[in-house]
């Protein structure tokens, strides 16, 4: 999933001060997962906005609405009915889904009130790590399953480097050396010859070094 | 703002604190009739949007009422509202509200005094921050009304 983290709400209130109505709206899938913008999240930030502009003597009207998916035009069609008594809109989604509304309602600003951080898998309840780069030339086939773009520091593809030590990387001591847990992952698979395979360098281009990237299915194009 | 008398809002774990404020009731001890008991099956229903909801419709102060450690009747309940109060005093921290103004408490079943001493105390603590900031700015409002 996509994982992200609400912004400092004095940055959020910085954004909708100038502002009378407000939309705020969640989004159904990742940030509900990762408990950043979800059904709950958006009636958190919405009851401590009021709290805000109340303390200031201020009423402003916030208008709390979670679509299924706010990456997805169809569902963001749903706002067209509220837009028109909305100011501004306070998106509570990833970047995609601020961005597919600032595209679809170009007359109204929008403003993003969570950081979109990684692509990640719950660890435990709570804990989010990161597991892929969206390199976009998956290499998990011969890595064992573990990822050396998105969890080796230097993103190395035939390590592990001198910085290694006790399976824990030089960066900080809780984070795990990529290539010792390939290592010893290819070992109990019976796999090591593989890792003795030397990788050649990496094409990046499909990894988003050849510009914004774009999937065309002309099987499911309407 | 001597007169003031503050609205509280108590969430009690229905198998502790609850049970603790009947107890107090019974042992004829009496507590502040600022605190308002809202009774909850356990203090791990009670959600950081509850009490932002408490507050912003005008509650001085809220606390939570749950279990001793380790004596949830549900497990950990008692230990999840711990974080969400610590949740919600870093967001009032962040609007420059006083965190004081939200807690959390635990006791057991047969501990009415504790309850009793602790709503004293919570209401008093309460009472010495003064209303709350938007009961203030309409305090402040109505005076300059009248001014």
Redo the contacts between chains.
Sequence with gaps: MITAEQKPLSEIIEYISPYDRILLVGCNECVTVCAAGGRKEVGLLASALTLHFLKQGRTIDIKEITLERQCDPEYVEELVSEIDRADAILSMACGCGVQTIAERYKEKPVFPAVNTKFMGASESQGIWVERCRGCGDCLLGITGGICPVARCSKQLLNGPCGGTSNGKCEIDPDVECAWCLIWERLKALGMEKRYEEIMEAKDFRPAGGGGPRKIIREDLSL | MENFEPEIVAFCCHYCAYTAADMAGSKRISYPPNVKIIRVPCTGKV???HI??A??KGADGVYVAGCLEGDCHFKNGNTRAGYRVEHVQK?LE????ETERVAMMNMSAGMGEFFARTALEFTQKIKQLGPS??KR?NI??SQKAVG
Excluded at chain 2, 94 to 97: F, I, K, P, V
């Design positions: 959600d950081a949007i932002m909801k507050l912003e967001y962040e609007l420059g509200w900031p938007i700015i402040d409002k």
